[in-house]
């Protein structure tokens, strides 16, 4: 167990473990933390669940938490005791002191099944003392049921099972007698009416038998259905402002849910809950159906919540990576930034230029400048960053061409470079946000002399489509069609403008085709 979590499930049942297995499929770290009480623990089997029919309730249990595992989430066997919420997400208190945080949580803590009061029911719970028809109707087919009768509901829940058995009974326990149109129902389905209450129940040979009523000697029986009054899980939710409430069917109290929408959002943001604490009649297959909507809910609003962390992330980079300190921490964090080879593009253009004055703009580490001053070019080398500048007067000092080259610490952004003094204007990968590229490219291209030549290269927007892993800026990348509009078609002639490819190594050491945009032109005399 981690002490930090995308999502926290409280309650391990089928909500909780769907949810948190769908949360874990999307590469969301999940905790469940599973109390160990889940609602269908008597059954003998979980029914109407698509392709595991009849299978026992630990046993599903046991396969979900292997799946929860399979797939990267987490489990922790421990009781949550309290919520609590912070600007970051939430704080979830374990009985034990340990704690956990989360950025959302995911509530499907159940419910507790209120019964009647009558001596020895509860030992039969979920054996042969019954509620959903849908869940145990199969298993007790043309017995004889008795259906408790507490409240409005009985007379529906009577009709109900009489699908399953021809020998229904509905025995009072409480309430009014059935209105007229109930009573020609009743009689005409051959459910029998007995008065009651119950007042207890007969067991032999530990096998339901009958039901002792008040009036008189016991019923037989095989089966008995009682509605449960299913109150949801969820004290410790109180200090986040969510508490239950009543819910009521036809005039009869049913139990209590948290309320929640239909992707079992809640009122407070960041708190889901799905299964039997929010839905009172969810069998195990819609609670699980709940838990994995509520996981996809809940990973869309954290995907939303990264997304905007992003951009935030993003407008920052774009707002400072180009400044001297960025630069300048990039150039301290190691001695070499750079191979110490020309950029190939430079040497392909300007091998066959005959020297003169060359303006070397984002200069780092100086391979071109020294390249270009051992053919005889007096070069100026340009960097924003103090380093970079250093490095450069340093490596021309070690190449024996110091004499040929002048380093300059600017940014030419701010401080446009001399008009027309240039034979050759070299800005290699010189990337910038629209506005600033668009004014740096006029301010090279007045730099460039009659007759000289401006040399941009760049990375193409193609790489994005390979694994080179660029770093993802598609509005700093540009095309040499791109390039090549912002110069006046009246002062320069266009020599070289395309994509032009070149190996590469992604950094999964695979060989990669990359494309630079290479624009090469003339100023015309």
Do not use: K
């Not at 698509?50 to 249990?61: H, K, M, S, T």
């Not at 005791?81 to 979830?92: E, K, M, P």
């Not at 020297?355 to 270009?372: F, M």
Request: aromatic residues 4%; charged residues 20%; negative net charge.
């Amino acid at each position: 167990m981690d002490d930090r979590y995308d999502v926290v499930v409280i309650g391990g049942g089928a909500a909780g473990l769907a949810g948190a297995v769908a949360l874990a499929r999307s590469r969301r770290s999940v905790l469940v933390i599973d109390a160990g009480r889940p609602r269908n623990a008597p059954a003998a089997g979980v029914h109407n669940h698509l392709g595991r029919e009849g299978v026992a309730p630990a046993e599903l249990l046991a396969s979900a938490r292997a799946d929860l595992a399979g797939y990267g989430g987490h489990l922790v066997d421990a009781t949550a005791t309290g919520v609590g919420r912070d600007d970051d997400g939430f704080r979830v208190d374990l009985a034990d002191g340990r704690g956990v945080w989360a950025r959302r949580l995911l509530v499907a803590t159940g419910g507790v099944d209120a019964l009647p009061d009558v001596p020895g029911l509860a030992q039969r719970w979920g054996r042969d003392v019954l509620h959903c028809p849908y869940c145990h109707g199969w298993e007790v087919r043309d017995r004889r049921i008795a259906v408790i009768a507490d409240g409005p509901a009985g007379v529906r829940q009577a009709l109900l099972w009489r699908q399953w058995s021809p020998q229904v009974l509905l025995v009072r326990h409480g309430g009014d007698a059935p209105d007229p149109v109930q009573a020609e129902q009743l009689a005409a389905r051959a459910v029998t009416v007995v008065d009651g209450p119950v007042t207890g129940l007969v067991v032999e040979d530990d096998r339901l038998t009958g039901v002792r009523v008040a009036d008189g000697g016991p019923v037989r029986v095989d089966a008995l259905v009682v509605a449960t009054r299913l109150a949801a899980r969820a004290d410790l939710l109180a200090p986040l402002g969510l508490r239950p409430v009543d819910v009521d069917h036809e005039g009869q109290l049913m139990g209590t849910r948290i309320p929640a929408d239909a992707f079992g959002a809640t009122d407070v943001p960041g708190v889901w809950v799905a299964g039997n604490a929010t839905a009172v009649t969810a069998t195990v297959v819609v609670s699980a159906a709940q838990g994995v909507t509520a996981a996809a809910a809940i990973n869309a609003d954290l995907v939303a919540e990264d997304t905007a962390r992003a951009v935030g992330a993003y407008r920052h980079d774009l707002a400072t990576m180009f400044e001297q300190d960025a630069w300048e921490d990039r150039y301290r964090s190691r001695p070499a930034v750079w191979s110490g080879n020309p950029n190939p593009q430079l040497v392909a253009e300007a091998a066959d230029l005959p020297p003169g004055r060359a303006l070397d703009v984002g200069c780092g580490e100086g391979a071109d400048t020294v390249w270009l001053a051992r053919r005889g070019w007096r070069v100026t080398a340009v960097d924003i960053a103090p380093t970079a500048v250093a490095r450069t007067a340093g490596h021309a000092a070690d190449a024996g061409v110091a004499d040929r080259v002048t380093v300059d610490q600017a940014d030419l952004r701010v401080e446009a470079p001399e008009a027309g003094g240039y034979d050759l204007v070299s800005a290699q990968f010189m990337h910038l946000p629209a506005g600033q590229w668009r004014d740096l490219v006029a301010r090279l291209a007045d730099a460039v002399a009659p007759g000289g030549t401006l040399l941009l290269v760049g990375h193409h927007p193609l790489d994005l489509r390979t694994t080179a892993r660029r770093m993802h800026f598609p509005d700093l990348m540009f095309t040499a069609e791109q390039a090549a509009a912002q110069l006046d078609p009246t002062r320069w002639r266009v020599r070289v403008a395309q994509a032009r490819p070149r190996a590469a190594v992604d950094p999964d050491g695979q060989d990669v085709t990359v494309h630079d945009a290479v624009l090469v032109a003339g100023r015309l005399p």
